[in-house]
């Protein structure tokens, strides 16, 4: 039973989203990573919607030639704090996607904590 990357990334995935849920008080803060950007959201899971979003290609993200790499997904993980304080959201349950916790996302993860955001 060979799989692919992306197939191994969709069970983990799964696995992870059947533990993790968030409400209105502590939405979930969901990254994809793909080779060239970084994307993350925070989600209400409750209402099913979409609370606040970020990516190395929106218009906000200042350094677009540090998009793909960890400089680049720790600044983002600092903005996308700097957004949901500015929305009275402190507290989020982080959602890493089914990658696995080193280099990019755990650089966007302490980069958030940084911005202030628990998790």
Known sequence: MSH???????????????????????????VFRSINHFYAQLIDDEQGKTLLSVSTIAKDFANKKDA????????????VAEKA????????VFDRGGFLYHG??????EGAREGGLKF
Do not use: D, M, W
């Open 4 to 30: 692919t990357k992306k197939k191994s990334r969709e069970y983990r995935k799964e696995r992870i989203r059947k533990k993790i849920n968030g409400g209105s008080g502590r939405p979930r803060l969901s």
């Open 68 to 79: 793909g790499n960890v400089k680049g997904a720790k600044e983002l993980g600092k903005l």
């Open 85 to 92: 304080i500015g929305k009275k959201i402190e507290q989020v």
């Open 104 to 109: 990019r996302i755990k650089a966007f993860a």
